[in-house]
């Protein structure tokens, strides 16, 4: 919780407009199964806020998390046991199960889940019948939810951001060589104070072809770098940026700027001890300490490390009524525009906070920690 203390942020905002899309049928449905007003129009809209130093103010403060992971049976038998099927997708990152209910999930099971999730870093669940507010709920057991200022959300239930690219495109129109948005490698809100953990994406709508999404494992991706290349970025930080611009309040000619953090450039998740690399081509802006040229070069292979080695991705095809819970903090992810606007897509996204990132020297990478083979 936010120590009472804290100034309340005022924001300078632009009034907020109204949405006319045809919402696809069965997002229809299931906003209506769930009660949601739909007469104000959808989705509603949070006056946009314009000033860097109103964001800044948000969530800047320090607040307890204690990753539900960590407090999980290591042998997740609650949740296996329940289960039809759990099936590892790839040797090193994403699980499916088969056969159970998010929203009907005991405390119990949410904990191993959570576990399940920073161990093989995405997990899905398909043909789920799930609300916005049940699937706000379930995000809460994993920490605080990020109400963002100005995305679009599901009327009434705040914290539930509405992803739909058919509105996205009316701001910023996709094409097949810049598809944009969630097309790109990168992690959720890695500007935060406690950037994000837990992110759940429901998509109630798919594309019959085409829409998939890949993620890739920081755990891998560090495994990947030798043994003395680790020696050199452990420890290091990097600045890493805002996936939306604002205005300087106080030099607002300039032209928008973005809300920038320094977080260390490889972290350790707390439920597993591993430690994983945390970057991203998107939104990391350079290393703390080296000069512009040596940054973009480290940068540049890390990114590198992380797209192109197949074997440490997942790409998932949609089905509709799927949920995937993924975690930032051990992961990079990106969204195809195969489908290129062809056939609608509609999806509700809910994202739990986590800690702010730390490195230790002392924890183990995922192979050492499995007893698995280590490459010198």
Do not use: C
């Not at 999730?117 to 920490?143: C, H, M, N, T």
């Not at 100005?150 to 009327?155: A, C, K, R």
């Not at 998509?203 to 085409?210: E, M, S």
């Not at 606007?341 to 192979?367: C, D, I, M, N, W």
């Amino acid at each position: 919780m936010a120590p009472t203390a804290i100034d309340p942020v005022i924001v300078d905002v632009v009034e907020p407009k109204k949405d006319t899309l045809d919402l696809p049928t069965e997002s229809r449905k299931r906003l209506e199964r769930a009660g949601i007003d739909l007469s104000n129009g959808y989705p509603y809209r949070p006056a946009k806020p314009l000033y860097l130093q109103d964001i800044q103010k948000l969530r800047d403060y320090h607040r307890e998390h204690v990753d539900p992971g960590a407090r999980a049976d290591p042998a997740k038998r609650a949740l296996f046991s329940a289960a039809e099927k759990v099936i590892d997708l790839t040797a090193h990152i994403g699980t499916e199960i088969v056969g159970l209910q998010l929203k009907d999930l005991t405390n119990q099971q949410k904990d191993e889940l959570g576990l399940l999730i920073a161990e093989r870093s995405v997990v899905f669940f398909r043909d789920q019948d799930i609300s916005p507010q049940q699937q706000k709920g379930l995000g809460e057991w994993y920490g605080e939810i990020e109400v963002h200022p100005q995305g679009p959300q599901v009327p009434g239930v705040p914290g539930v951001t509405v992803i739909w690219p058919a509105l996205q495109a009316t701001e910023a129109k996709a094409n097949f060589r810049n598809p944009g948005g969630a097309s790109r490698w990168h992690s959720d809100l890695v500007h935060e104070r406690q950037p994000a953990g837990v992110t759940h994406l429901h998509n109630d709508t798919v594309p019959t072809l085409g829409g998939d999404t890949l993620w890739a494992s920081g755990y891998s991706a560090y495994e990947k770098l030798s043994p003395d290349f680790r020696k050199i970025i452990d420890g290091k930080k990097a600045v890493y940026r805002s996936a939306h611009a604002y205005l300087d309040r106080n030099d607002p000619t300039a032209g928008p700027k973005y809300v920038e953090r320094v977080h260390p450039l490889v972290r350790v998740h707390p439920a597993t001890g591993w430690k994983a690399l945390w970057v991203n081509r998107a939104m990391t802006v350079r290393i703390v300490g080296l000069d512009k040229a040596e940054s973009d070069l480290i940068l540049g292979y890390l990114y590198d490390v992380f797209e192109k080695n197949v074997d440490i991705q997942v790409r998932f095809r949609w089905t509709p009524r799927t949920s995937a819970l993924w975690d930032n903090r051990i992961t990079i992810h990106n969204a195809s525009w195969d489908y290129e606007g062809s056939q609608p897509r509609h999806g509700t996204r809910v994202t739990a906070l986590a800690e702010a990132p730390y490195f230790e020297e002392g924890a183990s990478s995922r192979r050492e920690a499995l007893g698995l083979a280590v490459d010198e």
